[in-house]
């Protein structure tokens, strides 16, 4: 829940003016007591939000070419028993390359990875003789024929 200016000046005037305990606002606004806590000392405002860094994203280029290379290497043997797990590849990611990232982060890139769709072809136009259609579910049954000759 987002706590707007008019809900904030609830809270305050609660807690200075009616001198209302913590417990007493949050249940008579319906919001959580850590919530109250936070705006009846007057040090946070809802105003103000904190401004959060990020660290640069850690699945770099060359990171992402390792977990392709190991993707590979499991295609190539063909052994299906002793395949790379998204773990296997955290773990050897953090021996030989000094991965500073989450198990989970890895995880999920092998699954985007994994789940690639190769691009199929599938002809719309038949050649003349080599397609014909019949539709079961009308009550009378129909034949489309492309041009047989």
């Known amino acids: 829940m ?6 904030y000046q609830k809270i305050r005037e609660m807690y ?35 401004e959060y860094s990020r660290e640069p ?3 770099t280029p060359d990171v992402m070419d390792f977990i392709r290379q190991c993707i590979k290497e499991d295609e190539a043997e063909g052994i299906k028993k002793q395949q790379h797990t998204a773990r296997r590849i955290y773990h050897r990611l953090v021996e030989e390359k000094g991965f500073k990232g989450g198990e989970s982060t890895v995880r999920l890139a ?3 990875l994994k789940d690639e769709i190769p691009k ?7 050649d003349p003789g080599e397609a014909a ?5 009308a009550k009378l ?7 047989l000759l």
């Open 2 to 7: 987002i706590i707007d200016v008019n809900l």
């Open 16 to 50: 200075t003016v009616r001198q209302m305990s913590q417990r007493a606002i949050a249940r008579e606004l319906k919001i959580s007591r850590n919530t109250v806590r936070k705006y009846c000392k007057g040090d946070n405002v809802p105003w103000e939000r904190k």
């Open 57 to 59: 994203d850690v699945l």
């Open 110 to 112: 092998v699954q985007q």
């Open 120 to 126: 199929a072809f599938v002809p719309l136009e038949f």
């Open 133 to 137: 259609q019949v539709d079961w579910g």
């Open 141 to 147: 049954c129909t034949l489309t024929t492309k041009k």
